[in-house]
């Protein structure tokens, strides 16, 4: 069966500073993946989707980037954290062509 | 531009009665819809699922009502149970392989003994 995995759960970084948040899928081949963010009391906003390696579509422009070095991996990275770049981060994967997506457990993070 | 809205931010319903969720959306591409259940601390799970070409989807307690001409679907759960607390979230896309989601705000659901 498929797994998807995204790490760390929580984080804390400082204003300034970098970050990387990777996720990674298990059980199938060739998946779309995507990067959503949830701000507090508000729904799930798209940020970044792929259809293949080195495929990014950017949702929102924004501080964040997203990179997809293989099939099964997707990154997003921030090279200078910003206070709204708090939140929660979902990394999420569907079958190519096909709905649901299905999504990781998040990373919960929190910029001081 | 909100495309998809769920305007009841809570909802608290007896065990054992019917819980009924609601979604409203804007855009009248869309032809896919999903709700989705999260719990603290944990991704969403997708629930069930509805295209434009019916009006209703059943899966076990699970039913989806789909009324295209208000816009309007709505989450039917019945009988509910405790383990039904969650943040529900409906989505839409534009057709079924669709990359694109559009969530709503969702509703938090709290299954009362």
């Known amino acids: 069966s498929q797994t998807i995995h995204q790490w760390p759960a929580t984080l804390v970084q400082p204003v300034g500073s970098p970050l990387s948040l990777e996720c990674t899928v298990e059980?199938?081949?060739?998946?779309?993946l995507y990067w959503y963010r949830q701000a507090a009391g508000r729904g799930l906003q798209l940020l970044f989707y792929?259809?293949?390696?080195?495929?990014i579509s950017s949702e929102v422009p924004q501080n964040l980037s997203a990179s997809r070095p293989q099939d099964r991996q997707f990154i997003l990275s921030s090279k200078k954290l910003l206070l709204s770049d708090s939140g929660f981060y979902l990394c999420a994967w569907s079958d190519t062509g096909v709905q649901p997506q299905h999504f990781g457990d998040g990373t919960r993070l929190s910029i001081l | 531009d909100q495309q998809v809205k769920q305007n009841s931010p809570s909802l608290s319903v007896q065990e054992g009665r019917i819980s009924i969720l609601n979604c409203d959306y804007t855009?009248?591409?869309?032809?896919?819809f999903l709700w989705y259940k999260k719990y603290p601390a944990e991704g969403p799970t997708f629930l069930i699922s509805?295209?434009?070409?019916?009006d209703k989807n059943e899966d076990g307690r699970f039913t989806v009502f789909l009324n295209k001409s208000a816009k309007h679907l709505s989450l039917h759960i019945v009988p509910s149970q405790p383990g039904d607390s969650a943040v529900y979230f409906c989505?839409?896309?534009?057709?079924?392989?669709?990359?694109?989601?559009?969530f709503g705000q969702g509703t938090r659901l709290t299954i009362n003994p």
């Open positions: 792929s259809v293949g390696i080195g495929q």
């Open positions: 059980g199938t081949s060739n998946p779309n």
């Open positions: 509805i295209s434009s070409i019916k």
């Open positions: 989505a839409a896309s534009a057709h079924q392989g669709a990359q694109k989601l559009v």
């Open positions: 855009n009248s591409m869309f032809d896919y």
